[in-house]
């Protein structure tokens, strides 16, 4: 069974520019979160997906946005990058919320 | 390869030592634990988990400890490996919710 996919695996993107990131869940996981990772912060919470619908969204501006389509995959955007942008965006996904969550190997973004 | 971290906790270890890491939670109101390892370039790999009901869970290798009093879980993991070498992270939520809230990560680094 596949994991967790996070597509691309690298970016490089610009100030100001505007970036989606990708994630297919595991076959039959219907809950899909987003987290970002930095060296100072850590592992934050951004959003979860549940059945199409955002369930609970981290403290984040409104740049930080998402959705979750009908099979499950789900997309995050961020809008006018920012230098401090620059993260490892995590996709988790599990069978529905508060079970067992599996990470993609995540997006490193860099924001120069 | 990528730091998932700076300035992290670190305990070493030799090999075939066994090792204890300690996780303070915030929540009172958190009933779901999991504990998570991060190899540098990955996602963070799903280890073992313990509900609140429970306060000993044994795993492969891995024991998870919960003491709700103290709001405290520990990770013990038996002769350790160079494999084992990572970064530990605990994470708790709550019932319904996917949000994982994580602790700040532990580095492991284990000796030949």
């Known amino acids: 069974k596949a994991g967790v996919t996070q597509t691309p695996r690298y970016l490089i993107k610009t100030r100001g520019q505007q970036v989606t990131l990708s994630c297919s869940p595991i076959?039959?996981?219907?809950?899909v979160s987003w987290y970002q990772q930095t060296p100072g912060q850590g592992l934050q919470f951004l959003f979860e997906?549940?059945?199409?619908?955002?369930?609970n969204k981290g403290n984040f501006p409104g740049r930080f946005s998402g959705r979750q389509f009908s099979n499950s995959r789900s997309e995050m955007n961020v809008s006018t990058l920012e230098l401090g942008d620059s993260a490892l965006y995590l996709c988790?996904?599990?069978?529905?919320?508060?079970?067992?969550?599996?990470f993609g190997q995540g997006t490193r973004l860099t924001v120069v | 390869g990528e730091s998932v971290g700076l300035h992290l906790p670190t305990l070493s270890v030799q090999e075939g030592d066994n090792s204890i890491i300690n996780c303070a939670y915030s929540?009172?109101?958190?009933?779901?634990f999991i504990w998570y390892k991060q190899e540098s370039g990955k996602g963070p790999q799903f280890i073992i988990d313990?509900?609140?009901?429970?306060d000993k869970r044994q795993g492969q290798r891995v024991t998870v400890l919960l003491n709700k009093t103290v709001k405290h879980l520990s990770l013990q993991i038996a002769a350790t490996q160079p494999g084992d070498s990572a970064v530990y992270f605990c994470?708790?939520?709550?019932?319904?919710?996917?949000?994982?809230?994580f602790g700040k990560g532990t580095m492991l680094l284990v000796s030949p």
């Open positions: 988790a996904s599990s069978q529905t919320p508060n079970t067992e969550a599996f």
């Open positions: 076959s039959g996981h219907r809950s």
């Open positions: 997906y549940f059945s199409e619908t955002q369930r």
């Open positions: 929540n009172s109101a958190s009933d779901y």
């Open positions: 313990i509900r609140s009901n429970m």
């Open positions: 994470a708790e939520n709550m019932i319904g919710y996917s949000t994982l809230t």
